[in-house]
């Protein structure tokens, strides 16, 4: 039987390399592309997910790039064929009043949050299409679904997301590819660094990782079309 090919975006830290870490410990005979930016970071995760029993390979890419994003899906079909679940993770978060966000800051949230998604869907859903089975994971936000002072460009970009992975399932929902938008809120993460926030308050990226990983076991007449997590006392004030 193949083996399950995994490619996670954003997999150098946080969320992603929590994801990356489940379905290598989880899925029995995970094939992971771990995509990212700092190559060096990208090589600490990969070794920790084939050190849990994953067939992994490292593609440092920035997936804002629509060239790199194009080498990259020649690069991970060589190495792994098509992909069967993407999870299109990866984004920043820097918090700045609407009056005090730069066109450039506003430009580069876009860009890594929303238009990754885009490039990287493109690169790698038809394959999926042409075959008829696949799943995709679009990292969205509690950002995504209501706003909040501060955010200005982090939550124009996630609202994004949220509308874009609407789209992508209207559009692939008759062709075998469940697309399912994943909504964390505060998960503990390097973003949380210097805070002041105890870890104990929010999330551990962890829980991610699980919930995505249990949808995707559900049987292929199922989607789950949206996964809202929040920690158990709420929305930080």
């Known amino acids: 039987m193949p083996k399950t090919v995994i490619l996670i975006t954003g997999a150098s830290q946080g969320i992603g390399a929590a994801i990356a870490k489940t379905f290598a410990r989880e899925l029995k005979g995970a094939r992971l592309a771990l995509v990212a930016r700092s190559a060096r970071n990208l090589t600490t995760i990969a070794r920790a997910c084939a050190r849990l029993g994953a067939e992994v390979a490292a593609f440092p890419c920035d997936v804002t790039d629509a060239a790199a994003v194009k080498a990259l899906a020649r690069a991970v079909t060589r190495r792994f064929g098509v992909v069967d679940v993407l999870v299109n993770n990866a984004g ?3 918090p700045a009043p609407l009056l005090e966000t730069s066109p450039a800051q506003f430009d580069e949230l876009l ?3 929303l238009r990754s998604v885009l490039l990287v869907s493109q690169a790698f ?11 995709v994971f679009n990292m969205g936000s509690i950002a995504g679904l209501q ?6 460009a982090y939550c124009a970009a996630k609202f994004g997301v949220t509308g874009l992975t609407k789209v992508m399932r209207d559009e692939l929902k008759t ?6 938008l994943v909504c964390p ?11 002041g926030v105890a ?10 990782g699980r919930a995505i990983l249990d949808v995707y076991r559900l049987g292929r007449r199922t989607v789950v079309e949206e996964i809202i997590l929040r920690p158990q006392l709420g929305d930080l004030p």
């Open 92 to 94: 920043v978060f820097r």
């Open 111 to 113: 860009a890594v949050n």
């Open 125 to 135: 859903v038809p394959a999926m299409a042409r075959r008829g089975r696949g799943d």
């Open 147 to 152: 706003s909040y002072p501060g955010g200005a």
């Open 175 to 180: 062709k075998g590819v469940r697309v399912t």
């Open 185 to 195: 809120g505060a998960t503990f993460t390097p973003s949380w660094d210097g805070s």
């Open 199 to 208: 870890a104990e308050r929010i999330m551990p990226a962890e829980d991610i």
